[in-house]
């Protein structure tokens, strides 16, 4: 049985990978060599010591920021700062000594700190860290959107792990970013609906795939479904982005 959470607007979204160009490009597989996210944003001593992940965080949001500068922000990473935390783990077996600004740089939620200093924003951020952090990204979200009747920025974004923490593969550096409203009101944008679906194992998804997909759907005509992973013991949640001429 599927249960719907309430209706709301994307009314932006945009994506950055070191390896693909865009969304449609991520899809069909066609890479690019690795470019790095110039970030804007951040200028001077801000960009010091700045991670990988930080920098695809404020890629995303710098493309959005005109749009959301007076909206909620919402961070979700699955891995948060891991090259910060491996290079820290690496200087102190080397050196027994750690540089302080660079742990000062460790925490997960460092993007958030990072973008409402860039832009002066006062306004409540959230950051979401975990293996199923797409999906708790997406609900968090939606449901502050809802609740509050304001604009929400939803950033999600992920750097390669490591080789020696043995996790996943993934080559690329990817990150999404989304501008979500009310389903009533200005601006007017994609309408959308989050829906938590039966889910018997635990939902496998592909965290660039996902991201590209919605990117992607938000572009299209086409109405779509994307599953954004598991969100409770036996249920997903899926991402529904209605047809073009069903707009907010």
Do not use: K
């Amino acid at each position: 049985m599927t249960a719907a959470i309430g209706a709301f607007q994307i009314v932006g979204a945009q994506l950055y990978s070191t390896h693909h160009a865009s969304a449609e490009d991520l899809l069909a597989g066609r890479e690019r060599p690795f470019t790095p996210p110039g970030y804007g944003l951040l200028v001077g001593r801000a960009r010091r010591f700045t991670s990988l992940v930080t920098q695809l965080h404020i890629e995303v949001c710098g493309a959005l920021a005109d749009a959301a500068a007076a909206a909620f922000a919402v961070f979700a990473t699955c891995h948060g700062e891991i090259q910060t935390a491996a290079r820290l783990v690496a200087d102190f077996r080397d050196a027994a000594i750690v540089s302080s600004a660079r742990f000062a740089l460790s925490v997960h939620n460092t993007a958030s700190g990072a973008y409402s200093v860039a832009i002066g924003s006062n306004a409540p951020t959230t950051t979401v860290t975990g293996s199923n952090a797409i999906a708790a990204g997406w609900l968090e979200a939606a449901l502050t959107a809802l609740d509050e009747q304001r604009s929400v920025l939803l950033s999600i974004a992920d750097e390669p792990v490591p080789e020696g923490l043995r996790g996943p593969t993934e080559p690329a550096g990817i990150a999404a970013a989304f501008l979500l409203a009310p389903a009533a009101g200005s601006p007017r944008g994609r309408g959308a609906q989050l829906a938590f679906t039966p889910c018997a194992e635990p939902a496998e998804v592909s965290p660039r795939d996902v991201l590209g997909r919605a990117v992607a759907a938000v572009g299209r005509a086409q109405p779509a479904r994307i599953t954004l992973g598991r969100i409770q013991p036996g249920a997903a949640l899926e991402l529904q982005v209605a047809a073009e001429d069903a707009r907010g």
